[in-house]
C-alpha cells in the first residue's frame, strides 16, 4: 500500500513526498521522491528511492507485534536454567522457527504478545494490537470480512481422534475361527442329520428285532461327539446305510474340525482388533457424540454448520464443547466419542501425554481429513506488509523447510515423551512400587506361549459342561429312585 502527497509549491512546481515508516533511524519519515513542473514534467530526486518504495521490504529493525499461542508443535515454549540459578525463557515450534526465518529476512524483531487461547488471539487480531499469528490455522469464510490470509501453507488436515479399540475377552476367540453364517450352517447340518440317523436306526433296528431305547436317546449326542473327536459309538447297527451315513457325517466332521482347530491356533497367537472408525461418513453412522475444543469451538460448529456437505452438518449438530484440547481425547478413552481437531496438533499431545514407554498410543488420530481446505496464517486486515511476508513463505515452503521442521518437532515429542514416561516408571521400580518395567508397560514378545489367558475359553466351557454333567447325574438318580419306590 502506497500513498503519496502532491505539494503545490511556488510557482508551478510541485513537490511529490511519500511516508516511509521504518527507515535505518528507526523513526519513520516523510521523504521527497520526485518534483512535477509543466515545462520539465516528472524529475526523481534520486535513482537509488524509487517512485513507489516498498515500504515493507526492509523493517530496518522495526518492532513486529505477533500474537504468540502455546500450540504445540507449531509453538512451544519452556524455561531453561542458565549460569546463577536463574531461567530464560525459550521457543521452538514450526511457527516460530517460520517467523524467525522471516524475521531474518525481512529485518524485523519479533515481539510477542502472549495469549492464553485461541479466542484471545482473535480479539489481539481483531484491535490490530498484533499484526499477524505464526500459527496454521483452517481458512474459514466467516473470518474473511475480519482477517486477511497469509498464502497456503498446508491443506487443512482438520480430522477426529477416537480411543484405540481394546482386544474383546480372549474367550471369545473361540468363535473367531468361523463366521456366524458357518456355525448357523453348522448347526442345521448336526439338525439335520440327527433325524436321519435315528431314521435309519430305528428302521434297522426294528428288523433285526433289537431293541430301540438305547438308539432313540443318544443319536444327537454321539453325532455332535464326532465333531469333538470322540469315538464312533459301538451300539450303531452294521447296516449299509448307516455305515454309509456315517461315513458321509464322518468326513464332514474332519473338514469342520481341521478348519477350525487350524483357524483357531491363528487367532489365539495373533489377537484380533476390533475395526477403526476412520472416516467421517463411519463416525455419523456409528453415532458417537464429537467434541472440540472450548476456544474455538464455536467456530468449528459453526464452519461445520455452514458446509455444503450433508456428513458436515451432521457432524456440526453431534459437536459440544470441552475444557481444552487434552480434556478432549482423555475423554475419547472413558467415553465413546470423537475429539475433533487439527491432526499434527493432537499427534503432539497423543505422543507427549497419552503414550506409553512402549511406545503404544492410548488414542489414534483417523486417517482421513474430514476439511477439504487449506490452512495459513491468520494476519490483520489490509497489511501493507502481506506481499512480502507471503514472499518469505513461499520460499520455505517450496524448499521443504516447512515440512521438515514440522517431521523434527513430532520427533522430538515424541522422543521426550519416552524418555519421560521410562523414568518414571524407572523411579516407580526404585521405589518398589512397580514389580517389572516391561510388565507395566504392556510390552511383550512377538510370539508368545498359551498361557491360562489364552485358553480361559476352553477351561470355562469345561467347567460348564462338568456341571451341568453332575446335575444332569443327580438328576437321572433322582429319577432312578422314585421309580424304584413307585
Known amino acids: 500500500m502506497n500513498v503519496m502527497i502532491i505539494n503545490v509549491e511556488a510557482g508551478q512546481r510541485s513537490g511529490v513526498f511519500v511516508y516511509l515508516p521504518f527507515t535505518p533511524s528507526g523513526v519513520g519519515r516523510t521523504v521527497r521522491v520526485a518534483s512535477w513542473t509543466p515545462r520539465f514534467g516528472l524529475n526523481f530526486m534520486s535513482q537509488d ?37 536463574g531461567t530464560v525463557r525459550r521457543y521452538s515450534g514450526r511457527g516460530f522457527m ?29 484491535n490490530r494490537t498484533a499484526y499477524f499469528s505464526p500459527v496454521t490455522y483452517s481458512v474459514m469464510p466467516h473470518h474473511e470480512d475480519t482477517f486477511s490470509y497469509s498464502i497456503s501453507i498446508e491443506p487443512d488436515t482438520m480430522t477426529f481422534a477416537m480411543a484405540v479399540p481394546s482386544l474383546p475377552p480372549r474367550w471369545r476367540s473361540l468363535l473367531y475361527p468361523f463366521t456366524s453364517r458357518v456355525w448357523i450352517f453348522t448347526l442345521l447340518a ?92 463411519q463416525l455419523i453412522s456409528s453415532g458417537y457424540r464429537a467434541t472440540v475444543a472450548n476456544d474455538d469451538g464455536d467456530d468449528l460448529m459453526a464452519y461445520f454448520g455452514k458446509s455444503g456437505a450433508k456428513d458436515s452438518q451432521e457432524l456440526s449438530k453431534l459437536m459440544y464443547k470441552v475444557q481444552d484440547t487434552l480434556t478432549g481425547l482423555k475423554r475419547t478413552i472413558h467415553n465413546k466419542e470423537a475429539f475433533v481437531y487439527v491432526r499434527v496438533l493432537m499427534e503432539a499431545y497423543i505422543a507427549e501425554h497419552l503414550t506409553g514407554p512402549d511406545g503404544k498410543a492410548k488414542v489414534y488420530v483417523a486417517s482421513e481429513n474430514i476439511s477439504p481446505g487449506i490452512t495459513a496464517w491468520h494476519i490483520i486486515r489490509d497489511a501493507f506488509f502481506q506481499q512480502h511476508l507471503d514472499h518469505c513463505l513461499l520460499s520455505l515452503i517450496e524448499a521443504g523447510l516447512s515440512d521438515r521442521w514440522m517431521k523434527e518437532m513430532l520427533d522430538k515429542v515424541r522422543r521426550e515423551s519416552r524418555l519421560k514416561q521410562r523414568q518414571e516408571l524407572e523411579a516407580a521400580q526404585e521405589g518398589g512400587q512397580v514389580q517389572d518395567v516391561k510388565e507395566h508397560s504392556g510390552s511383550s514378545q512377538i510370539l508368545q506361549s498359551f498361557t491360562l489367558v489364552h485358553m480361559q475359553g476352553a477351561f470355562y466351557l469345561f467347567f460348564i459342561g462338568v456341571t451341568l454333567s453332575v446335575l444332569s447325574f443327580a438328576l437321572e438318580s433322582l429319577v432312578s429312585l422314585v421309580s424304584k419306590s413307585a
Open 190 to 281: 448336526i439338525i439335520i442329520f440327527s433325524p436321519a440317523l435315528l431314521l435309519i436306526s430305528y428302521g434297522t433296528v426294528t428288523q433285526i428285532g433289537r431293541g430301540n431305547n438305547s438308539i432313540n436317546t443318544q443319536i444327537t449326542v454321539e453325532a455332535t461327539a464326532t465333531l469333538l473327536g470322540q469315538n464312533l459309538p459301538p451300539r450303531l447297527p452294521t447296516h449299509i446305510s448307516v455305515r454309509v451315513l456315517m461315513a458321509t457325517w464322518l468326513i464332514f466332521g474332519l473338514v469342520i474340525t481341521i478348519s477350525y482347530r487350524s483357524n483357531l491356533t491363528a487367532y489365539l497367537t495373533i489377537p484380533k482388533l476390533p475395526p477403526r472408525i476412520e472416516t467421517l461418513h
Open 98 to 126: 517460520i517467523a524467525d526465518a522471516c524475521a531474518r529476512k525481512l529485518n524485523y524483531t519479533m515481539t510477542q504478545f502472549p495469549t492464553s487461547d485461541w479466542t484471545e488471539v482473535i480479539v489481539v487480531l481483531k
Open 49 to 85: 528511492l524509487p517512485f513507489f518504495p516498498e515500504k515493507a521490504a526492509n523493517f530496518h529493525g522495526a518492532p513486529v507485534v505477533i500474537a504468540s499461542n502455546p500450540f504445540p508443535p507449531y509453538w512451544m515454549q519452556y524455561d531453561e536454567e542458565v549460569e546463577g540459578g
